[in-house]
Nanobody, 121 residues
Framework: HVQLVESGGGSVEAGGSLRLSCAAS????????VAWFRQAPGKERERVAI????????NYADSVKGRFTISRDNAKNTLYLQMDSLKPEDTGMYYC???????????????RGQGTQVTVS
């Protein structure tokens, strides 16, 4: 049974930083595509960062490039999203996801967390 649990959200002033964590119990340490999505109020859910399966690299949405960094610690089975230089438009619910393949759509991922709220003012 795979469970993804996000933490680390909160309220921060513009220009500040947060680090989100996603504890992935039951998920194999390799062979999965893992990503972070976010949903801002009144907007569709968008993928902000992804680590491709097999260490094939990372990719970021244009809106967060240079400010966000996705990483994973296989020993701890944890996914991270370091968010720096935060802007009010980064406000939203952030979700971690995992699957055997990589998708643009949140609903295509086999495993999805419940989300953690980030508010930037």
């Amino acid at each position: 049974h795979v469970q993804l649990v996000e933490s680390g959200g909160g309220s921060v002033e513009a220009g500040g930083s947060l680090r989100l964590s996603c504890a992935a119990s039951g998920l194999p340490a390799s062979g999965n595509c893992v990503a972070w999505f976010r949903q801002a109020p009144g907007k569709e859910r968008e993928r902000v960062a992804i680590i491709y399966a097999g260490g094939a690299g990372t990719n970021y949405a244009d809106s967060v490039k240079g400010r966000f960094t996705i990483s994973r610690d296989n020993a701890k089975n944890t996914l991270y999203l370091q968010m720096d230089s935060l802007k009010p438009e980064d406000t939203g619910m952030y979700y971690c996801v995992a699957s055997g393949a990589c998708y643009d759509r949140f609903s295509n991922y086999n495993y999805r967390g419940q989300g953690t709220q980030v508010t930037v003012s």
